[in-house]
């Protein structure tokens, strides 16, 4: 069956070390995987896309690795802050007309002073 | 900054009544999706729309749900005879014109609760 996991439901750092969160999937052949922060009672906000083809990509203090034939892609939040604090889900971005995506599972994020 | 508007914010409905919930995608977007979130579980898709039709949809989106885009600016997403399990957050998502290689924009979603 299709799945797409991600690590741990919820991860406590502290604040100013590096965030590294884990999204695994089987049974896709994604075309691109997008990560999306998403805060309580609201709706995902993009943050980074990256191509089958890329190996990384980077924005801010965010960077993204994806592996396909691992088929695993990590997302790193560097020099991390308490306003870091919320849900983080990847999402395969699946080839086809209706350009649809589908997302994991989430991991919770907190950030500690 | 442009943003998808989604209304209303929480509906509150009796099993078994038809419910209608409505999104403004951003303008000029092409590609038009709803997204549902359970208290506490995953956002799941539902369904996708480009071109006036639907592309894709998921096992969730069996006959009891419909989608429209009757005046080219609002997309609806209705529920004939909605059941308990229905209760959820519905988001709408809008992407560009070039579609795969863009960023979905979400609205703020509607909260359905059925009683």
């Known amino acids: 069956s299709q799945k797409i996991e991600q690590n741990s439901e919820a991860l406590n750092i502290q604040e100013g070390k590096t965030a590294t969160l884990t999204c695994n999937y089987t049974?896709?052949?994604?075309?691109?995987l997008q990560w999306y922060r998403q805060d309580p009672g609201r709706g995902p906000v993009f943050l980074l896309l990256?191509?089958?083809n890329e190996k990384e990509k980077r924005k801010e203090r965010l960077k993204v690795t994806f592996d396909t034939t691992l088929k695993q892609s990590l997302f790193h939040i560097t020099a991390s802050q308490p306003a870091d604090s919320a849900t983080y889900l990847c999402?395969?971005?699946?080839w086809g007309t209706g350009n649809q995506f589908y997302f994991g599972t989430g991991t919770s994020l907190t950030v500690i002073p | 900054e442009p943003e998808v508007t989604q209304t209303p914010s929480h509906q509150v409905t009796q099993m078994g009544q038809e419910v209608i919930l409505r999104c403004v995608p951003i303008?000029?977007?092409?590609?038009f999706y709803w997204y549902r979130q359970i208290l506490g579980q995953k956002v799941e898709f539902l369904v996708s729309f480009y071109n006036n039709e639907i592309s894709e949809k998921s096992e969730i989106f069996d006959d009891q749900f419909s989608v429209e885009r009757p005046d080219g600016s609002n997309f609806t997403l209705k529920i004939r005879s909605t059941k308990l399990e229905d209760s959820a957050m519905y988001f709408c998502?809008?992407?560009?014109?070039?579609?795969?290689?863009?960023?979905?924009?979400f609205g703020q979603g509607t909260r359905l609760t059925v009683v």
């Open positions: 998502a809008s992407r560009a014109r070039t579609g795969l290689n863009t960023e979905a924009f």
């Open positions: 999402a395969l971005d699946m």
């Open positions: 303008s000029n977007h092409l590609y």
């Open positions: 049974n896709y052949s994604p075309a691109y």
């Open positions: 990256i191509r089958e």
